[in-house]
């Protein structure tokens, strides 16, 4: 790039960050505070977090989203939401929240776009029975957050990463939708070392949850909550799970028996309570945001009835054993392949033939298992299980 071109982008870089300043809340992240991992030398007239999203849309394991299991595995019905859906309806959602509320959608849209990346093939039953293989084989676990990040800072690019922002990353690994809160406050107090030490404490504590260092990460944790409990009601409906008249009685009246409305009711309640941080004047004091009282109850009753009546429903996994043997039989066979000889290792037609030196220095075996596994689509999955004698579950409709 020649001087003239780079100062023409550094000029433009500086205007756009300008006026982002002038009209988000004190409160938000400013663009211009992204902080990466390395230096990058090369002037960008894009902003931090607008270029964390184009990063993410271009890897190829958002690709792969395409055919990831979000609830409903191995169906024959093309309105059921699949992974790329609903990282996009939090992406949306979350935006909507971020504009009301002055914050920086663009944030939002990356830790959006990038916080389910990790999961590996059919949702958490998969994610469940990984977490088991690894344990098995001296890994501290497994967590589709932590597998998110992991992809996107330390695998894509043939394990260089994408040098994604600290706020972005740390949005990602504290996405945690499952997690119960009224009211969510950021822990701004981090940098790369805290970062580091909570993905290793995550790893290995299922039932960990941490604090995102932005409001636009506690934005997306909500979000994420917002966009699925409605829309897998839906997805339930459609597949003869339950019906609209299940629906809890109080849920169906306040929050409404639709998804759009339930999106509706809950995202404008989450912005009525949180309109402070909008604020100018917005300080330490008003730095969070959140439900009132009793729409959050109301949300967690309705996350209630989709556990019972959806997610543990024993119609929703009638082949997971058979998707637990083929787990066991590739896990075995990589294991095996990468420990049988130097020469398997350089082999141009292994899994990891595209992996740099330094990916397969710094991985154990398990690990790099782990890596291939998660991130699979559904589909390979099941061609690779079946191609080594696996028997696989058929699709249903």
Known sequence: MDAKINTECGTLLAELESTETSRL???????????????????????????????????????????????????????????????QLVSRIGRTIGRCLRLNEDLIEAIALGHDIGHP???????????????????????????????????????????????TLDGILCHDGEARAERMSPCRDKDFAVHDEERIRLSGQERL??????LEGCVVRLADSIAYIGRDIEDAIELGLISR???PEECARRLGTTNGTIVYNLVTDLVQHSRHVRSSSAGPGQDYIGFGPDTAALLAELKLFNYE????????KPDMDKIRQCYQALFALYMKQLHVTATARASEDSFFSGMSRAYRDSHSAAAIVRDYLAGMTDSFFLRQAAGIGCAVPERRC
């Open 209 to 214: 949850t941490l604090p995102p260092m932005t």
């Open 245 to 247: 008249e299940d629906i």
């Open 309 to 316: 009546r959806i997610y543990h429903n024993p119609a929703l």
């Open 121 to 167: 093939p059919f949702g958490h039953e998969g994610e469940r029975i990984l977490d088991t293989l690894c344990r098995e084989h001296g890994l501290a676990g497994f967590a589709h957050n932590v597998q998110s990040v992991q992809f996107l800072d330390r695998v894509e690019r043939g394990g260089a990463g994408w040098n994604l922002c600290l706020q």
């Open 25 to 87: 809340s004190p409160l938000a992240c400013a663009s211009a505070h992204g902080l990466r991992r390395r230096r990058e030398t090369r002037q960008d007239y894009r902003p931090a977090f607008a270029k964390d999203c184009d990063r993410i849309l271009h890897s190829r394991a958002y690709s792969r989203y395409i055919d990831k299991t979000q609830v409903f595995s191995l169906v024959e019905n093309d309105h059921i939401t699949h992974r790329v859906l609903h990282v």
